[in-house]
């Protein structure tokens, strides 16, 4: 189950998109994080669901509301990221490969510029996972992305361009290329497609092996 979630979590970072820019509610989340002197107020939430099963939620903060998803990404304004895991199946190696992938996606796989600070954003995730944990990614102007987990400093990631990169995971995706690049797999792998999905229907099989081919699906 474990080895699963690298796609997974790339596919859940896209489906924020939406959600964080539109005030959804209902989640243990805080309506507000205060941090050093800011106050931010949640913007958006989405949550994850895969096989009815809740595995976690995601929530953007910003000091002043707003829907323009680029001009999030690139105004140098206090903004968090809180992301709450809600169930076992997610892993600290499998956030740390999606939020990588979701970086080089968000940059058009041009991360050199950025490379040391992806380092030291893989180097948050040194620690195991466990339901109940959360993640806060908090970018403050001239100091950088503080990573937080449950309340307590991890990492300090210094530099605006990482931020734009790094919350642009969330809020940059291309839906045309996308969309494009999904109907040309569709075609190519028609046959595992439906193999896969005989696979998901398959309720004798075990779960996570219907779970991983519903991941492998959502490529």
């Known amino acids: 189950m474990k080895l699963i979630l690298k796609k997974f979590f790339t596919t859940f970072l896209i489906f924020l998109f939406v959600s964080l820019i539109t005030p959804i509610y209902g989640a243990d989340a805080p309506a507000q994080i205060e941090f050093k002197t ?4 949640k913007n958006g939430q989405g949550t994850r669901i895969i096989f009815f099963m809740k595995v976690y939620e995601g929530s953007l903060y910003l000091e002043t509301r707003s829907s323009n998803a680029k001009e999030i990404v690139n105004i140098n304004a206090p903004m968090a990221i809180r992301i709450d895991v809600t169930s076992t199946v997610v892993t600290a190696n499998a956030m740390k490969k999606a939020l990588s992938e979701g970086l080089e996606n968000s940059t058009g796989n041009n991360t050199d510029p950025i490379s040391s600070e992806i380092e030291q954003l893989s180097s948050s995730f040194k620690t195991d996972v466990s339901a109940g944990d959360f993640y806060e990614f908090i970018y403050i102007p001239e100091i ?3 990573v937080l987990k449950n309340s307590e400093l991890i990492e300090l990631i210094r530099g605006i361009e990482f931020k734009k990169a790094f919350f642009g995971i969330f809020l ?8 494009l690049k999904r109907i040309k797999l569709v075609k ?8 896969l999905k005989k696979i998901i229907n398959n309720r004798k099989l075990d779960l996570s092996e219907r779970f991983e081919a519903q991941l492998k699906l959502n490529k």
């Open 38 to 41: 800011s106050t931010m107020t």
């Open 144 to 146: 950088g992305t503080h």
């Open 172 to 179: 940059s995706d291309n839906p045309i290329q996308k969309n």
């Open 188 to 195: 190519k792998y028609a046959n595992k497609r439906a193999a």
